[in-house]
């Protein structure tokens, strides 16, 4: 694949933005490293003509941008997403720099949708957003100082997947292919009710079970066939509960 | 020599800027990142609340600021400059891209102070300013559509300018305690006896349904906490089948 086959398969996705000309610098970012394809998450003001003003001659990428009222519609269709932060969280998957991350996304774009996923300015991601992605990743910055602006952010990222993108791209490991967001997500929900209907997991007393399931299986980066089998097991044992 | 005493050798010498705002994103682009010393030849509006309120919390940068009446007076005392350029020109130099160019700054970095170079939005470098530097430098951009922003062309340097002169901590994974082979062996063997009693699994026809889930599981790197996890859900599903 060439470089600009692998960069349309790039979403950069920015969740809860509050300032419109944020979403314009982001824009404008993006189209100048190549890429295209916008999606918004409840963006607070959006379309405005702060953004259009912003996005400078990138106005298409605004024109196309696909506003969804959650992260999982967004990452919809994707067999990876990274998700920027800006610190470590407790429970969270290990995490990749941002040069390191384009080249594991680089890898993932070769076999189909993938994701960038910048949260809110003022608050990032919730643990609830970071927890729908595969990788965090973090952009080394200033100890004393690391307030990036969202659209200095998307331009950091756009420049490394551009850079990774046109090197070959570093088969990732494993050789099955991967499983979707949506067939991954099937199967969190799946484990769940089995492990409610066996009494194992009380919503109501949650345990940070599922966080820590996701974490688990998170790392592990599930091929479509392995998450057959698995759901396989579960329903095998939930016919034997019923 | 350290990663900041390095990055305090690098001024970020900006001629000619049109608008206020871009010299305040570009301090905070430059903060974030570790540098600190911002030079401006005759910029068109300086000092001024746009640039202030840019800058958001790396004023700092602006106040040491240096205003000079000429790029000579700017580059005065430095041993090497670098100058953005987003076109080959005739008779100039040979180019760097952005990334191999951090890496040959902050070389000369080590014997004393180095200058990155940014013209006016609009016409770039002139000629005879470019001719007053030792390197021009290309950042790698959509042929279609190469308007980077001032303050995100600055950024971009930065960053590879941080990428250069650091050696970065090894990405911790915030891992647990590891699972020890006994421990992940007594897994394995409870997952297999909940497959057979939920007669999902028939050891006489196995379909190569261990060393899948061998694989699967092998590749994540168990921690301790987690094998306890999966065997009390193994437990519970076992205690509803019984």
New interface residues.
């Given amino acids: 694949m060439n470089e600009a086959s692998l960069l349309d398969r790039v979403r950069v996705v920015l969740t809860r933005t509050s300032h419109p000309g944020n979403i314009g610098?982001a824009a404008?970012?993006m189209?100048?490293?190549?890429l295209s394809r916008l999606v918004l998450v409840n963006p607070q003001v959006f379309p405005s003509d702060v953004a259009t003003a912003r996005a400078?001659?990138?106005t298409d990428v605004l024109d196309h941008a696909q506003v969804v009222g959650s992260l999982e519609a967004a990452l919809s269709g994707t067999v990876f997403s990274a998700a920027m932060t800006a610190r470590?969280?407790?429970l969270?998957l290990?995490?990749?720099?941002s040069?390191?991350a384009a080249v594991t996304v680089s890898g993932y774009a070769a076999q189909g949708d993938v994701a960038l996923v910048f949260g809110n300015e003022t608050s990032g991601m919730t643990n609830e957003e970071l927890a729908l992605c595969h990788l965090p990743v973090?952009?080394?910055?200033?100890a004393e100082?690391?307030?990036?602006?969202l659209?200095?952010a998307v331009?950091?990222l756009s420049?490394e997947m551009?850079?990774a993108c046109?090197e070959l791209p570093v088969a990732p490991?494993?050789a099955g292919a991967p499983a979707g967001f949506d067939e991954i997500e099937g199967f969190y929900g799946h484990?769940e009710q089995?492990?409610i209907?066996?009494?194992?997991h009380d919503p109501a007393n949650p345990r940070k079970?599922m966080p820590?399931?996701r974490r688990?299986?998170g790392?592990?980066?599930?091929?479509k066939?392995?998450v057959g089998?698995?759901r396989?097991?579960l329903?095998?044992?939930?016919?034997?509960?019923d």
Avoid: C
């Fill in positions: 610098g404008r970012a189209k100048t490293m190549g400078s001659g990138a470590r969280r407790e969270s290990p995490m990749q720099w040069r390191e973090m952009i080394p910055t200033n100082y690391s307030s990036l602006n659209a200095a331009q950091i420049y551009r850079m046109s490991d494993g484990l089995a492990m209907d066996s009494g194992f079970l820590r399931l688990l299986f790392r592990v980066r599930l091929e066939e392995e089998i698995l396989g097991i329903s095998a044992l939930q016919r034997k509960v």
